[in-house]
């Protein structure tokens, strides 16, 4: 046990332990289903702040387009859920059996090419993951490749976000429009809406969250995330020494947008269903507003962050629904104002000092007892003496008969 402990502490593990054990103990014996699908779905927001970590506090990259690439990820996910669920049988009903409802309501006759491969689980699955890192290295490469950085970067961001939410809602007959894709009952038959199935979608999402966790730490300690941190610092100093900084921009940015994505595809099996109110520029700065709660320096307090904000929002908007959004930003403002490195930061500059203050005092103080006790030792105590050593022996001057 001495040897794990060590280990722990030797790796810096010691707050992922402890997430670890609170999200996959505490939250699914203290929660019922409906509230551990919740936080399953906050989970899902925490892939986004997890590469907003990568992104903008280790490549000092800003984007304020994630929801982007989280869209993406669920959209890929949605559409095999949709394919599955219109199946000839389900849709009988329908002018065009066999093709989801939103495409039949627009008098779309037969399935679009591109939809074809979502009949595939490993192909959807496959999209997730290249899809929306594909789209983030185009953009990406663009911009870094022209020094394009900063405040524009982050302008340019959102302009995609706010084209491909223009674009999902206009194109109705293929992607649903404003509603999104809805109804989405079962994976390979399995059906996703049981409790049962919830428990086990919550424990694959922390799974996948603390994997990606483990990735970016991997990254960090490599070269690749000291280059990164030089780069955020001191971009000229790292480009005239001979690498290409702009490729390292681009794979962080990539990074991010595979996380995103990810989250997506969560997020979507959990809740079932997905619309473009994910994608567009106001969910994008939600995303940035988990990673500069929780900090934007810290892995784990990303995570923190991401619960911490949507709990809130669920919170204030059960409780005070004409006042949540008030309520949400003095939260926001309130947090950033009083800890601008975010949860972290309070635990850093804070919580471990005074931790290890304490300690300090307890080692000390028994430092100081040790000292006195071998100083001023105790006498032994007499011994009692008796006429014999039997269990009757008196004291010396006492008499058996005066017993």
């Keep these: 046990m ?58 000092g990259v800003l984007s304020l387009g994630q929801g982007v690439f989280f869209g993406l990820g669920g959209y890929m996910m949605a559409m095999f859920l949709k394919l599955e669920a219109s199946d000839p049988v389900s849709t009988k009903i329908q002018s065009t059996p066999g093709i989801p409802d939103f495409m039949d309501w627009n008098q779309l006759t037969e399935l679009p090419l591109w939809w074809l491969p979502f009949k595939s689980l490993p192909l959807s699955i496959i999209a997730v993951l290249v899809v929306p890192t594909l789209l983030a290295f185009i953009v990406s490469y663009a911009m870094f490749k ?4 900063g405040v524009y970067f982050a302008i340019i961001t959102q302009a995609v976000a706010l084209v491909l939410t223009v674009l999902i809602i206009g194109q109705q007959g293929y992607t649903g429009g404003v509603n999104g894709i809805t109804d989405l009952k079962t994976l390979l038959g399995w059906d996703i ?4 199935a ?16 483990l990735l970016c730490r991997w990254v960090q300690r490599s070269k690749l995330g000291t280059l990164l941190l030089a780069m955020r610092d001191k971009e000229d100093r790292v480009r ?16 991010a947008a595979m996380l995103s994505a990810i989250g997506g595809a969560m997020f979507t099996l959990q809740v079932g269903f997905m619309s473009p109110s994910f994608v567009g520029i106001v969910p994008s700065i939600e995303m940035v507003i988990f990673a500069a709660v929780g900090g934007r320096m810290s892995l784990v307090g990303a995570i923190y962050g991401a619960l911490l904000v949507n ?9 005070a629904p004409d006042l949540w959004l008030f309520l949400m930003a003095a939260l926001f403002i309130g947090v950033t104002m ?18 290890a203050k304490r300690k300090a005092d307890r080692v000390t103080q028994k430092q100081r007892t040790a000292a006195a006790h071998a100083a001023y030792p105790e006498p032994p105590l007499p011994p009692i ?4 050593k039997g269990d009757g022996a008196m004291p010396d001057g006492i008499s058996s008969q005066q017993a």
């Design 338 to 355: 009083a800890f601008p490195d975010g949860l972290a930061g309070l635990v850093e500059q804070k919580i471990k000092p005074w931790w």
């Design 385 to 388: 003496k008796g006429k014999d």
């Design 193 to 196: 809406r049981t409790d049962s």
């Design 240 to 255: 005239f020494s001979g690498y290409d900084v702009s490729m390292f921009k681009v794979f962080a940015f990539c990074l």
């Design 2 to 59: 001495t040897k794990i402990q060590t280990w722990i502490a030797n790796q810096k593990l010691g707050s992922l332990v402890l997430l670890a054990i609170l999200l996959l103990v505490v939250f699914p014996l203290a929660l019922e289903p409906f509230r551990l699908n919740l936080v399953g779905k906050y989970l899902s927001y925490a892939f986004v702040a997890l590469g907003l970590v990568m992104l903008w506090g280790h490549a």
């Design 311 to 319: 709990f809130g929002k669920t919170y204030f908007s059960e409780s």
């Design 198 to 213: 919830r428990y086990i979608l919550y424990y694959v999402c922390a799974g996948l969250l603390l994997g990606s966790v």
């Design 146 to 149: 022209r020094r394009v950085g």
